[in-house]
């Protein structure tokens, strides 16, 4: 059924990011005829990859692209690596300790952002002509819908004013339903915070924000050979294996914390010509992060990792890159209280959605940015489809999708600040007592499975709902306190019952 005639015809979509071009796909093949992007870069595609995460993809987030015709078989064929069995980690004397993860549910797609957007791009071009964008714009106000007069029918209608950087004018645009996927700093989320009593949304709309430990961590990238030696100097040979992920620990850990760095080597699955991305996560005011000099910046890079034979594996051009390039920050956990917000004056109709980074921003500890994203739209593809079936309203199009996303994404803040924060090593507390945490879980999960759960971290990556993964975390938790309140009086009983012994002997005695 085409939805021209129902009352949600005209959508606009501000961000073309990954969530932002799955929605237009979504929503295109549910029948929405009318359908604009916006974003503020002049190409969403082009992205500078040295500042890109790269991406992860669980069961959870591949629903949606296996509920699209073909974009799974697109997306995995674009895929670096489906499964990474294998971590490795490096010391700077060139010795290596291997572990195995434990499997997550089903395949895991390992790609660059970069390129899924790319395949995204060519999809919703190719297969949906009919949708409209509008790149190089960026959103400067949002204006609701006009009060009707006495007696006249309201327009349902919210007016967005972008701006075009090539030429600096202004363009209004219109529509039935607005839906912000423009990111974790999104500026439609700011612009409806300060709506206030102007909108109605069940939970307030107000922003949520807390940090974490992995807040404001520092990340950039850079592009190695496709088979890195890994050994130190004199020692035989050994490459790094494509489809393991190593953490090479930088050899200036402990004399000077203010230039010591680890990197993680991203795996590339079984290709041997793939280029492999070097990962290095560091705390905000590190020194390399400001370093504009390439040369510098090698000899930085040698000083921690004298056994990468960097002459050989990393051209002086790629170095200039990651010296040119801006670090990006790990985001606080931040999120709308509503996910969804109406216009009050025009009740049951109009309004704005917020999903993907927009609706759930936090650090990429636990590589769930993309899976919930894609959850996100993947809920809000089935409601589309059955307000096509049945005509639904966009007043309850929204609702629905808040009552199916609003207890999930709220655990996922919980989750996110939780899950893995102290994996770059900017506190070795911190840290330890995550590794510890993890052995403890692992052993009573094997020793009492149907009480105990693995950590969170591994939990996550299971397939399961984020309250279910709360849930178990809960119930391990109290078993822990149970454990170790049972150990505890153990040995406190065994006093108890010496003292009472000697006391009798002494009453015996006498």
Not at 414 to 443: C, F, T
Not at 479 to 496: I, Q, R, S
Request: with cysteine; hydrophobic share 45%.
């Amino acid at each position: 059924m085409s939805l021209d005639s129902a009352v949600c015809s005209k959508v606009l979509i501000v961000g073309a990011g990954i969530a932002g071009y799955t929605t237009a796909a979504s929503l295109a093949e549910a029948g929405f005829q009318d359908i604009t992007v916006v974003d503020a870069r002049p190409d969403p595609t082009v992205f500078e990859w040295e500042r890109a995460y790269s991406l992860v993809l669980y069961q959870t987030g591949q629903r949606l692209l296996r509920s699209l015709p073909k974009l799974d078989e697109l997306v995995k064929r674009e895929a670096l690596c489906q499964h990474v069995r294998v971590d490795a980690v490096v010391a700077p004397n060139g010795g290596v300790s291997m572990s195995s993860r434990r499997p997550p549910a089903g395949p895991v797609y390992w790609l660059l952002k970069a390129r899924m957007l790319q395949v995204l791009d060519k999809y919703v071009r190719g297969r949906h002509p009919g949708v409209r964008f509008i790149t190089g714009a960026s959103v400067k106000e949002v204006l609701l819908p006009d009060a009707p007069p006495a007696g006249t029918a309201p327009s349902v209608r919210t007016r967005v004013l972008v701006a075009h950087a090539a030429d600096g004018r202004d363009q209004l645009l219109e529509a039935d339903l607005l839906i912000a996927s423009d990111g974790s700093n999104s500026v439609l989320r700011t612009l409806f915070s300060k709506l206030g009593s102007q909108v109605d949304s069940e939970y307030g709309t107000g922003i949520y924000s807390r940090p974490s430990a992995a807040t404001g961590m520092r990340h950039k990238g850079v592009v190695l050979d496709a088979r890195p030696v890994i050994s130190p100097p004199g020692a035989p040979v050994q490459y790094a294996e494509p489809s393991v992920t190593y953490t090479l620990r930088g050899a200036r850990a402990g004399r000077d914390p203010a230039t010591a760095f680890d990197m993680m080597l991203l795996p590339v699955g079984a290709g041997d010509r793939v280029a492999r991305r070097g990962a290095i996560t560091v705390a905000a005011g590190h020194a390399l992060m400001d370093v504009k000099d390439t040369d510098e910046a090698l000899r930085l890079f040698r000083e921690n990792f004298p056994n990468l034979r960097l002459e050989d594996c990393v051209l002086r051009a790629e170095m200039h890159k990651f010296v040119s390039t801006t670090a990006s920050a790990f985001p606080a956990v931040t999120r709308p209280h509503s996910l969804v917000a109406h216009f009050r004056h025009v009740p049951r109709q109009g309004g704005v959605l917020f999903l993907g980074d927009a609706a759930h921003g936090f650090p990429p500890d636990s590589a769930q940015g993309i899976n919930c994203a894609l959850q996100d739209v993947d809920v809000l593809l089935r409601l589309a489809r059955s307000a096509a079936a049945s005509g639904t309203s966009t007043h309850d199009l929204l609702t629905a999708y808040e009552a199916a996303r609003h207890g999930e994404t709220w655990t996922l803040m919980e989750l996110a600040a939780v899950a893995a924060p102290y994996q770059y090593g900017q506190s070795r507390l911190g840290a330890a007592r995550a590794a510890v945490s993890k052995r403890v879980r692992a052993a009573l999960a094997a020793v009492a499975p149907g009480v105990c759960s693995p950590h969170v971290d591994t939990l996550i990556r299971q397939g399961l709902t984020y309250r279910e993964v709360r849930s178990r975390d809960r119930r391990t938790g109290a078993a822990l306190w149970v454990l170790g309140g049972t150990l505890l009086a153990a040995p406190l009983a065994a006093v108890a019952a010496a003292a009472a012994a000697s006391r009798c002997t002494g009453d015996a005695a006498v």
